[in-house]
């Protein structure tokens, strides 16, 4: 299975789209591989530079609705291709979510003020965040500081992340 964690990208803004994530005149690549130098090119934040931000970055932590827009799974196949395998917010769009689980990947909901916590103790420093899967629980440290965080995952989404994503689940049980 899958390690989660590691360096984190702070997104301090509800409402991130698909298009912010991977612009639609992309879509049209046929391999993941096409998509990396593109992820976040579009998305303006005051100081954010994808070219820059992203580099070593495997988890990101941002506000609400992440992945709100259209249902392509382009956006989850450009943060796996940049090692971006978990995803913490407030909440996701519905379809991005569930293609996040189909992708093998890790979706966290958790709720407004515990991310509110997390960007006010971490996000001026580097910090790493651990997913431990089997415990449902986060472990943040940056700072100096460090935060243990519960987190809910239903048993049908822990199983495709531990067998890697739709695919491999479909073939080991069907």
Request: net charge negative.
């Amino acid at each position: 299975m899958q390690n989660f964690g590691g360096s984190v990208l702070f997104l301090d803004r509800s409402d991130i789209n698909t298009d912010e994530i991977i612009p639609a005149r992309y879509l049209t690549e046929i391999s993941k591989e096409a998509l990396q130098p593109h992820l976040l090119e579009e998305l303006h934040l005051e100081g954010f530079d994808p070219a820059s931000a992203i580099v070593e970055k495997q988890v990101i932590v941002t506000r609400s609705n992440f992945g709100c827009g259209s249902s392509r799974e382009h956006a989850p196949w450009a943060l796996e291709v940049n090692g971006i395998h978990m995803v913490i917010a407030e909440s996701f769009a519905r379809i991005f979510r569930q293609n996040i689980f189909n992708c093998g990947m890790l979706a966290i909901e958790l709720p407004a003020e515990t991310i509110d916590r997390i960007f006010d103790e971490f996000s001026e420093f580097d910090t790493l965040i651990y997913a431990d899967l089997e415990k449902s629980v986060l472990s943040v440290q940056g700072g100096g500081r460090e935060a243990e965080i519960a987190f809910a995952i239903s048993e049908f989404d822990r199983s495709l992340v531990a067998a890697g994503g739709w695919v491999e689940y479909a073939d080991s049980h069907y």
